[in-house]
């Protein structure tokens, strides 16, 4: 089909059936240019057509819960599972199973990368804005104290705890391993 494209673009210009050949080839390059952005833009959700779906489902759960660990019913795991064993696979959520049970226990949303997509999806853009603005102009030897942050912006633990761990795994700085804290030191 290609080398036929080729030869209709040569031929287009002394041939008028060509140019509807050409016009054709045009449009479906730009489907395949606009796919290709759509992917860079969106990377999640071209995974599968029911994840744009179950993300805006797991970001009301976090919100709601202000849990890394989630649990939902029956039906949304039947209606979702292909989409969920996806975000399994891709090791953006860890799915806990009990042997003879069809559907999960619960879900761990583990990638912090991941919250961040849903909050730039779903969440206020200002609080995020504020959030990310007080993490980075966070000077060297400061400490955040996360549930300070929550208490200031308005957003769920979970998002500020994201953050934090994403600028850890820069080498920005160092996240609190005390249970319950929620805290980050500024290193770089």
Known sequence: MESFLKIMRVAGVNFPVAASFIQISNELDAIKIKQRLDALEDPISVLHKDLPALSQVIYFALVK??????NFRDEIY?????AFAILDIKGLIKKYIELGSSYPV??????????????TRFEDTKKMDLLLERVENCEVGQWLNGYELQDEIQLPIVFIKAVFNVYQANGFGICSKETRACSYLASA
Request: glycine share 0%.
């Open 65 to 70: 819960n202000d849990s890394f660990t989630l």
């Open 78 to 82: 039947t209606k979702y599972s292909r």
């Open 106 to 119: 619960e879900i761990e949303v583990t990638d912090p990368c991941f919250i961040l997509y849903l909050c």
